[in-house]
């Protein structure tokens, strides 16, 4: 039993690292003064399979340790400069991104382990749909860590998106995964937004 069980294992292992070479991701976390929850991201990013990513933080003229919390993990930091807002950061880090997918995370995210996984089985899965852009992210029923007014704020923006998740008529900008070229189509964020 227990060599049955080293072999799938591996094989899952296998079938993980293949799916990541097959979809790289490059990761573009826009921050503005976000030291406080940045690293819980970060720390979240980091337990899912980062082969084949790249990660890459977008200081959008921080006053607070948010360039700092980025070194300490070793992901790429950009910065904007002067604060510009979440439409440019975002557009700075997909400039500077090099993967044929790019997932935008809101530096208060945490993502589950298994989430770069499940996008890259979502994008391998809709491969042969064009007009499948991408992969929208959900809030979760319940935070682990949050208060009775967190939660239900957090669960009402979990239901919202429910209604439309086979087809959204809105980019949910928290957690979304994008190809590269439909995003250079539609001309990136607007910044005046």
């Known amino acids: 039993m227990v060599a049955a069980l080293t072999i799938m294992r591996i094989s899952k292992e296998t079938e993980t690292k293949n799916l990541a070479e097959r979809w790289p991701i490059s990761v573009v976390i826009p921050a503005y003064n976000a030291a406080r929850h940045l690293e819980t991201c970060l720390t979240a990013l980091s337990h899912n399979a980062l082969t084949h990513s790249e990660i890459l933080v977008v200081d959008d003229g921080s006053a607070d340790e948010t360039q700092a919390v980025a070194a300490r993990f070793g992901f790429r930091c950009l910065a904007t400069g002067a604060r510009q807002g ?4 975002r557009n700075l880090g997909f400039r500077q991104a090099v993967h044929p997918h790019v997932l935008f995370l809101d530096a208060d ?3 589950p382990p298994n989430a770069l996984t499940r996008i890259r089985e979502t994008l ?12 929208l992210g959900q809030y979760a029923e319940e935070l682990p860590d949050g208060d009775f007014f967190t939660n239900y704020k957090n669960l009402s923006a979990c239901y919202l998106y429910r209604i439309t998740e086979t087809q959204s008529p809105f980019l949910h900008t928290p957690v979304f995964c994008i190809r590269r070229t439909v995003f250079e189509e539609a001309g990136g964020f607007d910044p005046r937004l």
Do not use: F, Q
């Open 86 to 89: 979440p439409a440019a950061a």
């Open 109 to 111: 995210i945490v993502l």
């Open 124 to 135: 391998e899965l809709y491969e042969h749909r064009p007009d499948v852009a991408g992969v």
